[in-house]
Antibody, heavy 121, light 107 residues
Framework: EVQLAQSGAVVKKPGESLKISCQSS????????IGWVRQMPGKGLECMGV????????RYSPSFQGQVTISVDKSISTAYLQWSSLKASDTAMYYC??????????????WGQGTMVSVSS | EIVLTQSPNTLSLSPGEGASLSCRAS???????LAWYQQRPGQAPRLLIY???NRAAGIPDRFSGSGSETDFTLTISRLEPEDFAVYYC????????FGQGTKLEIK
């Protein structure tokens, strides 16, 4: 079964760093784009960026360029989203999702369960 | 940068009725790169339609997509109780981009 399993909910303080994960199983991790999607409380979906695990090519949405870092570790079929200095406005649910077709930035057909990040002093 | 605008923001209908949700792009996009998602409360989004009109695996045939260039529509015939949710359109390719969503609520 194709699955994306995300790390658990976290509570952090402003200024702290954070790295959340998305572990894939059931398919060839290297050949499908993975995206990260933010959903702030009561708000809509925003794509932060996408990464191709095969060569780590990454494309950030303009609003998130320079604000976060997306990476992968192919050896453990895991994608990451990280912040160097969190802000209260980073409080949100974060989803990882897989592109539907190999090698294409395709529609997201498989989604992780989400990771809730809460940032508060 | 392209903007996707969904309308209406909220749609109030009764089970058994049909629904029509709109997604308008600020510039023409390839039909191949338009998707629709459903998000129920407390759940991750679910892919319904890709390539503007192709149903994803396991999606009932009461869901259909149409449109081209700047105007796209998600149609749900004969609403079931589980269809009341928020729906998003998305342009994929490049960094993907979502519309702001339409909430389909029970009247």
């Amino acid at each position: 079964e194709v699955q994306l399993a995300q790390s658990g909910a976290v509570v952090k303080k402003p200024g702290e760093s954070l790295k959340i994960s998305c572990q894939s199983s059931g398919y060839d991790f290297d050949t499908y784009w993975i995206g990260w999607v933010r959903q702030m409380p009561g708000k809509g979906l925003e794509c932060m960026g996408v990464i191709y695990p095969g060569d780590s090519e990454t494309r950030y949405s303009p609003s998130f360029q320079g604000q976060v870092t997306i990476s992968v570790d192919k050896s453990i079929s895991t994608a990451y989203l990280q912040w160097s200095s969190l802000k209260a406005s980073d409080t949100a649910m974060y989803y990882c999702a897989r592109g539907r077709w190999p090698q294409w930035i395709d529609a997201f057909d498989i989604w992780g369960q989400g990771t809730m990040v809460s940032v508060s002093s | 940068e392209i903007v996707l605008t969904q309308s209406p923001n909220t749609l109030s209908l009764s089970p058994g009725e049909g629904a029509s949700l709109s997604c308008r792009a600020s510039q023409a996009i390839s039909t191949s790169y338009l998707a629709w998602y459903q998000q129920r409360p407390g759940q991750a989004p679910r892919l319904l339609i890709y390539g503007a009109s192709n149903r994803a695996a396991g999606i009932p045939d009461r869901f259909s997509g149409s449109g081209s260039e700047t105007d796209f529509t998600l149609t749900i015939s004969r609403l079931e109780p589980e269809d009341f949710a928020v729906y998003y359109c998305q342009r994929y390719g490049r960094p993907p981009l979502f519309g702001q969503g339409t909430k389909l609520e029970i009247k």
